[in-house]
């Protein structure tokens, strides 16, 4: 008997929130604040918002528009703030590339330490895959995020050459 309650208290449940659904949506400007728009939602419930917060999104999208890349992982392998660091990092970059050529190498300075950094990678999990496979050779590389390349799409051309 308590579950055919429950049963029926649930069913009435549902059928509310399957007709909460939005019929129609009318924006205007707030009359006593001309920054302001209102929204009413189906004619039950009322937003009030500032017209600035449309003007920070689109300055966001710009923003991300502009940055060239997104927020990743890659593998530092080296790091070092000697005389000879820039050479020795450069060495480095060349070593990876001649024992593992498919993966990219950066060498970025950040004062005083010059780094080189391997790979773009979406997720820690990949990182971690890669960082496993060069542990013999770089047993000190670690994890670190950075802003990475957007990885390449595969266009018909390239796919059928």
């Not at 000879?84 to 060498?107: C, G, H, I, M, S």
């Not at 010059?114 to 997720?123: A, I, L, P």
């Not at 995020?145 to 990885?151: G, H, Q, T, V």
């Amino acid at each position: 008997m308590r579950c055919s309650y429950c049963l029926f208290f649930l069913i009435v449940l549902f059928s509310k929130t399957l007709t909460a659904q939005i019929e129609n949506l009318q924006v205007s400007p707030a009359a006593n604040n001309p920054d302001t728009y209102t929204y009413n939602l189906a004619k039950r419930l009322h937003v009030v918002q500032n017209a600035q917060i449309d003007t920070l999104l689109q300055t966001h999208i710009q923003i991300n528009k502009q940055r060239m890349g997104t927020e990743g992982f890659r593998l530092e392998i080296f790091f070092s703030s000697d005389a000879r660091a820039r050479e020795q990092a450069n060495n480095t970059k060349a070593d990876f590339l001649k024992t593992y050529p498919d993966w990219p190498v950066y060498v970025q300075y950040q004062s005083p330490n010059f780094k080189v950094r391997v790979g773009d990678f979406r997720t820690r999990s990949e990182a971690l895959k890669v960082k496993d496979r060069i542990k013999l050779k770089y047993p000190n590389a670690f994890i670190v995020k950075d802003n990475i390349r957007f990885p390449e799409l595969m266009t018909e051309r390239r796919l059928y050459q």
